[in-house]
């Protein structure tokens, strides 16, 4: 059975920080490309980061300079550094994985599996 479970989302004041980890069991984790996506409200679902198997990252343009997607791999655990926050980036988190043998990592294709998400609320 697949697990991603999602943890450290919460409040922050902007210009703050906060970092999101995603622990990941049922899966050959270093053989998985890995996102972070974030959906609010008001806006459709938005793909923020994604990493690689060797840990190729590419992220939003929304969140670049200011979010880091890592992974380590023996802790079979996906992080996303959060920091200078805005009120925009409030949303739900989730964590999501694919096979890299699908043959295409990044966030506009089909992830496998989910995390059930966490809240990170920003405020100004």
Known sequence: ??????SGGGSAQ???SLRLSCTASGITFNKYCLGWFRQSPEKEREGVARITDVAVT????????????????????????????KPEDTAMYYCAARPMWY???????TFSYWGQGTQVTVSS
């Open 14 to 16: 902007a210009g703050g």
């Open 58 to 85: 590419s992220y939003a343009d929304s969140v670049k300079g200011r979010f880091t997607i890592s992974r380590d791999n023996a802790k079979k655990t996906l992080y996303l550094e959060m920091s200078s926050l």
């Open 1 to 6: 059975q697949v697990q991603l479970v999602e």
């Open 103 to 109: 043959g295409t990592c990044n966030t506009g294709v």
